[in-house]
């Protein structure tokens, strides 16, 4: 298997080949997903929230805000 760093340069001088502006924006525009998705840093609940949450949780099945699986999944198929 090829390690990472060849990978890259590989990628490179095939990239380099392009003359397709559009190409180019795409790449362009994922390279920024990417760097945003990278940025992102979760921090762990602290017990207090995560028993909060369970707390609330429970709150809501209590109170019927609850959904079936089979309507959130109907839901979902209409997400565009």
Do not use: C, Y
């Not at 080949?17 to 945003?36: M, P, Q, V, Y």
């Not at 017990?47 to 109170?63: G, T």
């Amino acid at each position: 298997m090829i390690d990472l760093k060849t990978r890259k340069i590989d990628f490179m001088q095939e990239f380099f080949r392009i003359e397709n502006e559009e190409a180019i924006s795409r790449f362009e525009e994922l390279l920024e997903e990417e760097k945003l998705k990278s940025d992102q840093v979760f921090e762990p609940m602290t017990m207090d929230e995560f028993n909060q949450r369970i707390d609330q949780s429970l709150e809501d099945i209590k109170h019927g805000r609850i959904k079936e699986v089979s309507q959130l999944l109907s839901e979902i198929k209409n997400w565009s």
